[in-house]
Nanobody
Framework: QEYLVESGGGSVQPGGSLRLSCAAP????????LGWYRQAPGNQRELVAT???????EYQDSVKGRFTISRDDRTRTAWLEMNDLRPDDTAVYYC????????????WGQGTQVTVSS
C-alpha cells in the first residue's frame, strides 16, 4: 500500500490551471514537510515547492506567483494549485514527505503527468 497517493494531473492549454492532490493516510502528518517535485524528460528531478508543519512555504523561482502549495493536517492531504501554466511546466509531478533534518522516513508518490500544450 502506498504511503503517498497523488491525483489531479492532466493536459491543459497554456494559461490553464490544474490542482494536484497528495493524500498521506499512513504517516504522522504533522512531523513531515510536504513537497512537490517535478521531472521533465531528459532533466533531473527538481524541487517545485515545500510546506512545513505550521504553514511556512518555499517555491522555485519559476513558479512563484503562479503555484500555491497548501496542506490540511486534519485530513493528511497536501495540494499544489497551479495557475497560468506554461509549456515548460510539463513534467511528471511527485509528492514528497520528509522529516526536517532526517535522512530516513522519506516518502514519494507515484507521480502524476502534467502536460501543457496548445
Amino acid at each position: 500500500q502506498e504511503y503517498l497517493v497523488e491525483s489531479g494531473g492532466g493536459s491543459v492549454q497554456p494559461g490553464g490551471s490544474l490542482r494536484l492532490s497528495c493524500a498521506a493516510p499512513r504517516i504522522v502528518f504533522e512531523l513531515y514537510t510536504l513537497g512537490w517535485y517535478r521531472q521533465a524528460p531528459g532533466n533531473q528531478r527538481e524541487l517545485v515547492a515545500t510546506i512545513r508543519y505550521g504553514g511556512a512555504t518555499e517555491y522555485q523561482d519559476s513558479v512563484k506567483g503562479r503555484f500555491t502549495i497548501s496542506r490540511d493536517d486534519r485530513t493528511r492531504t497536501a495540494w499544489l494549485e497551479m495557475n497560468d501554466l506554461r509549456p515548460d511546466d510539463t513534467a511528471v509531478y511527485y509528492c514528497n514527505a520528509a522529516i526536517p533534518g532526517s535522512s530516513i522516513n522519506i516518502y514519494w508518490g507515484q507521480g502524476t503527468q502534467v502536460t501543457v500544450s496548445s
